[in-house]
């Protein structure tokens, strides 16, 4: 059944719920209201939010498009309550961005549209921020004239405020209105106070005073002014920049000089940041470089705190948006360019929820569709950015030299086979901190376990604290005496004795707690700063542990992955690595390069500053390619041979991968939906169906997890696929009795 034209426009709206489609109602207007309905005039447009019956539900969700058809019946077709917005709160290539996103992702477009807003917009706030107004009512005017209030001279300097000002059909912008004096003119009824959306600035091409630097930046060496001025002049067309810098080459001076121009032109520019905790001296260069309106968008602020910074973008207010991924659906009116730091880090992922999208992916794509210029910042770029330069598709612009120092860091392996330890040091390892130490330098000393111990062991029969939820083992907290799961959260008060036998228990092996515990007995006099999520759990906690540092006061920071994400520590001269073996023989084909980027990014904290650098890398596997050859060829040189491999075994970016990952409260439960879901696929040419297999931790929080790989050298092929086969898995019995998502271009492989 087909729609007439005498039943109006239709409107097409994503919902948030699971159902992959649209949904179709009618545009209500006055002559088409239904009964016990407030009827509406004006126009609705695509992108802004309307208030609709579902069944005895009601729901806020976004306009997409409009029709005049519909297979609903006349009968069946119900009608918008209410719009919400006045204007679109998502523009037209915002709205196909994020269509293109539900495609790609093959993910319920009414839970995409959710994903790009703020809580408080889903649930119905106004678009725009409100201000109070004063306006002088007829008797307040009229007293007024009359010289009234003789005995109150502040109220009587606000009714001429007021009066002088609705002369000129204005209304007091005063926020600090002088409360008192206003509350007595309202009760004598002389004022009211009404609400009215705050009214931005227009955005204009900004004064170079109010753009440039407040501080003034450093200058420029050849390299970054070139890279500066390739990015700059294709600031009116998209292109796509890989700025590959070794650490310490000045990358951020880039992305200042290349918001400075953005700004001067009258634009705005999204700076996406993989963690924003733990980028707080990023934060602060923008601020102290630029006067101008600048917002901040990450999980860590409240509901209200973030509509506030979304609204400053909407409205033009903030010239700079500066986030972590889902800062990538940020509304900015007129985008210049895109900024994404430290482009290979996996927090860019989405890894929970159903929508698993890439803010870096989709940086490119807005980019692309706003004809502006992506700008792809790493010292070690994801091995897919690389094989996409080789290829063309990016260009790229080196750095390297630090912006102080030119030498790089000397590197050396200490040998654990052959040098003794004391609590995970090495004799090698305390002999180089004594070293630096006594010269005046600060040591980091790296290791990514946080915790006192990994595990809590019984001596006489064997037990291991086990996780009753997960197949892992439970992590020994010492100062908090406690047993945690770093999977589900458990936790546990830390048992004297074993829970089979009653003998003594003891931690075994390292973490970070344990090494600062350790660190501070070998060095009384030096104080040690310890930098990992159990002591960085309040805001304000990370920016104090840097500031100790970059002050001096802590001499030794002990820290996990933490360290590596846009610090600057100028007096760190040693870096010691601690267990750098994990990693080299995961199944996982994307933990080489995860270890290499590590190692390569703790290692650039070292001789930052005006004295040399040292870094110390503890393995048992000395002879181990991977870090032979990041000695001998440093990152480019471990990229060309993961490159090399990938394409031998058919692995990204040579081929491309979805998973479709189930759990449950059985593992037969999850193997069976997986395995009836293959069984649908039948045979596809060009797409192979990997497994079902368990998780490499096939339980976790109590539950089974289990995965199917789909994999195929072409990528339309591969979605084509997926358009056809997710329809019919979603119609299994099955699918209802577990949990399953789709994973399109997983990062990690579990």
Request: aromatic share 6%; with cysteine; hydrophobic share 45%.
């Amino acid at each position: 059944m087909t729609g007439s034209t005498d039943i109006g426009p239709i409107l097409r709206v994503a919902l948030p719920t699971p159902l992959r489609r649209l949904f179709d109602y009618r545009c209500r207007t006055e002559a088409g209201s239904a009964a016990g309905a407030a009827p509406y005039a004006g126009e609705i447009e695509p992108g802004m939010r309307v208030r609709v019956p579902f069944g005895r539900r009601r729901l806020i969700g976004v306009v997409m498009e409009t029709a005049t058809r519909t297979e609903l019946s006349e009968e069946r077709l119900k009608a918008v309550l209410e719009p919400l917005d006045t204007r679109p709160i998502f523009d037209r290539p915002m709205l196909a961005l994020l269509r293109w996103a539900a495609a790609y992702y093959h993910h319920p477009p009414g839970e995409v549209l959710s994903a790009a807003l703020p809580k408080a917009l889903r649930l119905g706030a106004p678009l725009d921020a409100m201000q109070e107004h004063w306006r002088l009512t007829p008797a307040g005017r009229a007293a007024w004239a009359q010289g009234e209030p003789r005995r109150a001279p502040r109220q009587r300097a606000l009714l001429a405020e007021l009066a002088a000002e609705e002369t000129t059909a204005r209304l007091s912008r005063d926020r600090e209105v002088r409360r008192e004096a206003a509350r007595a003119l309202k009760a004598r009824g002389w004022i009211v106070s009404i609400q009215l959306p705050f009214a931005p600035p227009p955005v204009t091409a900004a004064d170079p005073a109010v753009v440039q630097s407040q501080v003034g930046g450093p200058a420029l060496n050849a390299e970054q002014r070139q890279a500066t001025e390739r990015i700059c002049q294709s600031l009116n067309a998209f292109g796509a920049f890989v700025l590959q810098g070794i650490t310490g080459s000045g990358k951020t001076e880039v992305y200042l000089r290349v918001t400075e121009q953005v700004l001067t032109l009258g634009r705005s520019a999204l700076v996406l940041v993989p963690e924003i905790g733990l980028t707080p001296q990023l934060i602060e260069r923008f601020r102290e470089r630029f006067r101008v309106g600048m917002a901040v968008l990450h999980s860590a602020l409240t509901d209200q705190e973030r509509l506030a910074a979304w609204r400053d973008a909407f409205s033009g207010r903030a010239r700079i948006v500066l986030g972590t991924r889902s800062a990538v659906f940020a509304p900015l009116p007129r985008l210049g360019a895109i900024i994404v730091d430290e482009e290979h880090d996996a927090s860019f992922k989405q890894h929970e929820g159903g929508f698993r999208y890439s803010a870096r992916d989709l940086a490119l794509v807005r980019a692309r569709r706003a004809e502006v210029p992506v700008v792809l910042g790493s010292a070690t770029p994801a091995i897919e950015t690389l094989h996409n330069v080789e290829t063309g598709r990016y260009a790229r612009l080196r750095l390297t030299k630090r912006a102080v120092q030119a030498t790089p860091p000397r590197i050396a392996l200490i040998d654990l086979r052959t040098s003794a330890q004391h609590a995970g040091l090495s004799t090698p390892a305390v002999q180089a901190m004594e070293r630096h130490l006594g010269a005046g330098g600060q040591v980091l000393v790296f290791l990514n376990r946080r915790g006192y111990a990994p595990t809590l062991l019984c001596t006489a029969c064997g037990w291991i604290a086990p996780c009753s939820d997960c197949d892992a083992r439970l992590t020994v907290h010492l100062a908090a005496q406690r047993l945690r799961c770093h999977h589900c959260g458990a936790d546990a008060p830390l048992p004297v004795r074993c829970a089979q036998c009653g003998f003594t228990v003891k931690p075994v092996g390292q973490g970070t707690e344990r090494i600062e515990g350790t660190l501070a007995a070998m060095f009384p006099e030096m104080p040690c700063v310890r930098l990992d999520r159990d002591v960085v759990r309040h805001r304000g906690d990370l920016e104090l542990a840097v500031r100790r540092i970059a002050s001096g006061e802590g001499r030794i920071l002990v820290g996990t992955q933490m360290v590596t994400k846009g610090h600057d520590f100028p007096n760190v001269t040693l870096v010691v690595i601690l267990n750098a073996d994990q990693g080299l023989f995961s199944a996982d084909f994307r933990a080489a390069e995860r270890l290499a980027q590590t190692i390569v990014q703790v290692a650039g904290r070292a001789g930052r500053g005006e004295r040399p650098g040292e870094v110390l890398i503890q393995t048992e596997y000395p002879a181990h390619p991977l870090l032979t050859g990041l000695l001998s060829e440093g990152y480019e040189g471990f990229a060309r041979t993961a490159l090399k491999e990938r394409r031998e075994a058919s692995w990204p970016p040579f081929s491309r991968l979805a998973a479709v990952r189930g759990s449950a409260a059985t593992a037969e439960a999850a193997l069976t939906f997986l395995a009836e879901a293959r069984s649908l696929a039948g045979h596809t040419e060009g797409v192979r169906l990997l497994g079902p297999v368990p998780a490499a931790m096939a339980r976790r929080a109590g539950r089974h997890h289990a995965q199917l790989l789909v994999e195929s050298a072409d990528r339309g092929r591969l979605h084509r696929f997926l358009d056809a086969w997710l329809a019919q898995v979603e119609s299994l019995p099955s699918a209802r009795r577990v949990r399953w998502v789709l994973d399109v271009d997983p990062i990690e492989l579990f």
